[in-house]
């Protein structure tokens, strides 16, 4: 049985040299191309389990050459960035690139991302698209088998991913489902909450320290990173980062490095990325909140998850397979118009909601038997709630008339001429008038005006609000 074999797609002499040697070593078949256009005639006449292109190319980008690959084949192919080229790495990705490696080239990164290559091609990493083996995603609606299809596809990719959709969901679901059909599904999962996390620790959580770093590191201890290596790290609730981490992990996510805290020098990590968020990350972007460049590097790929109400029927399957992970098989069922009780139901929470209803109505049945009056729906909500914005924007941010007073505003006949200075001024003289009546208290403003603390914090930051010195 002959090797794999792989393309190189470079037009630096030495460096195809050194990536030919590299290649040999691991036991691999190798052609080398010096143009797009020969890369093409190669790619056409021979089966490759990778391609591994430079993105330019003296007739033309290998951004074309990713383009035509992956959508002609099932071929991973990866792309060489020129050092300090994240945008174009993004880009690749984007157009269908399994993964990337950066100049100059670090050889163990580069046998990493073979490797993993290697396993799609051979049909032990990821199931083919649309696979619905096993699958945690439970449902026959139209809906979930084109997430399903998203899926299988997504797994055959190194590029990071933003799941969106409501709470409950199942984001967390969705992101094992791509780790598990993935060539990384015999290493770590790693799922995250970063909004249960206290700012102080976040550092340490992530990328470990050294022992005596800090008082209380009695001994060195690794971060997630470091235990999701070779596999797939969830970033949940991402949107709850404050800035400060959201730098630390940009640095780590394009690098592809970590420093514990007291180490002096970094190691490398090989996770994937996948982040999810109930929030809407654009807006936050927006509003200063989230950091632009790091919203770019997690959001490569977009998978948004379906709510429950645009699947209704898909509740009589979920109903049964939450009924037997509850009561086993046989152990309960639905009384007469119980189905019909719960497809004519909005529900707001999604499939956790439903899990909800059918652990409570099981506790008030009899023998097994639920019946309609056991769900205790609440009543149909006409307008479910959206996936929720962000932290509240300047002006949904001013509490109700008897909490804090607003300010009277220009009338419509004397329109603001700066509207951005205008709308500043009007959050600082809402935040300041808080900030008095609760005697400059923050945990007592940032309840008064429905925001968290390090919401308050930052537009305080912002907005260059001193609390009075004692």
Known sequence: MSSPRILVVDDEADLRELLEITLLKMGLDV????????????VEDNDYALVLTDMRLPDGLGLELVREVSSASKTPIAVITAFGSAENAVIALKA???DYVSKPVVLDELRVMVRSALKLSDGSGAAGAGADT??????????????RAQIGRLARSMAPIAITGE????KELAAREIH???????KPFVAVNCGAIPENLMESEFFGHRKGAFTGAGEERDGFFQAANGGTLMLDEVADLPLAMQVKLLRAIQERRVRKIGATAEEPVDVRIISATHKDLARCVELGVFRQDLFYRLNVIELALPPLRERLDDVPVLASAIL?????AGGAWLGPGVLDALR??????NVRELENV???????ADDGAIQVEDLSLKAARADPPPVAAVPPAPPPMAPAASAVAEPAGPGPASLPSNLPAYLEQVERDIIGRALQQTQFNRTKTAGLLGISVRQLRYQMQKLDIQAPEN
């Open 324 to 328: 037997a992970r509850l009561a086993g």
């Open 96 to 98: 269908g690139a399994f």
């Open 358 to 364: 059918l652990e409570r109505a099981l506790a008030f």
């Open 31 to 42: 052609d080398c191309a010096a143009t797009l256009r020969e890369a093409r005639r190669l």
């Open 344 to 349: 004519a139901y909005s529900f707001p929470g």
């Open 134 to 147: 096993g699958s945690r995603l439970i449902g026959n609606s139209q809906a979930m088998q084109s997430l």
């Open 180 to 186: 598990a059909q993935s060539s990384r599904a015999s």
């Open 167 to 170: 709470s409950g969901a199942g």
